[in-house]
T-cell receptor
């Protein structure tokens, strides 16, 4: 079945710098891609979703890049601020089944 | 916005104990899901349901039962809890099924099995 590798597991950046999180997936039929944010004590909040016909999507300081050739999905937070500190998960769906397959998460810490 | 609530938020039980985790969604979503989250594993799907009385098996169902009593309520049952079931449990709901269906998550229940 689908497997998703997410890296890095931990990421610390100073305020104002960018942060990049990368996921690689295995099923070339995967069609939908998601990024979630989890703040302490809270559930997962959907940040952005992209369909496989999109290579790049930008919203509110976030950029998602999709490289289907390399089966790689990335999230770029430009000008990170302390409020961005959280655990970020990628998730994919639409390959051999419709269930979401999650990466293991990245703990992002933005230092003032 | 979808509202998904879970109770209890924290639970401690002993090995062999009987535990029920509750989830309620108030947005008339058809689909509900139970996940567990463990360090180094991300979220893994335990069970899901597409309506009252329906239950589908997820990816890690062993040791868990679930029941969907109404469209709003989905319960996860651990009848003989084991320490390996110590985890953070999330409930989610979605209106539709399929890869484009956005799932809305509850705040989670932290379960500790001693």
């Amino acid at each position: 079945g689908e497997q998703v590798e997410q890296r890095p597991p931990h990421l610390s950046v100073p305020e104002g710098d960018s942060a990049v999180i990368i996921c690689t997936y295995t099923d070339s039929a995967t069609a939908y891609f998601y990024w979630y944010k989890q703040e302490p004590g809270a559930g997962l909040q959907l940040l952005m979703s992209v369909f496989s016909n999109v290579d790049r999507k930008e919203e509110q300081g976030l950029t998602v890049l999709l490289n289907k050739k390399d089966k790689q999905l990335s999230l770029n937070l430009t000008a990170a601020h302390p409020g961005d500190s959280a655990v970020y998960f990628c998730a994919v769906s639409g390959g051999s089944n419709y269930k979401l397959t999650f990466g293991k998460g990245t703990l992002l810490t933005v230092t003032p | 916005e979808a509202a998904v609530t879970q109770s209890p938020r924290n639970k401690v039980t002993v090995t062999g104990g009987n535990v029920t985790l509750s989830c309620r969604q108030t947005n008339s979503h058809n689909y509900m899901y139970w996940y567990r989250q463990d360090t180094g594993h991300g979220l893994r799907l335990i069970h899901y349901s597409y309506g009252a009385g329906n239950l589908q098996i997820g990816d890690v169902p062993d040791g868990y039962k679930a029941t969907r009593t109404t469209q709003e309520d989905f319960f996860l049952l651990l009848e003989l809890a084991s320490p390996s079931q110590t985890s953070l449990y999330f409930c989610a709901s979605s209106l539709l099924w399929g890869p484009s269906a956005e799932q809305f998550f509850g705040p989670g229940t932290r379960l500790t099995v001693l």
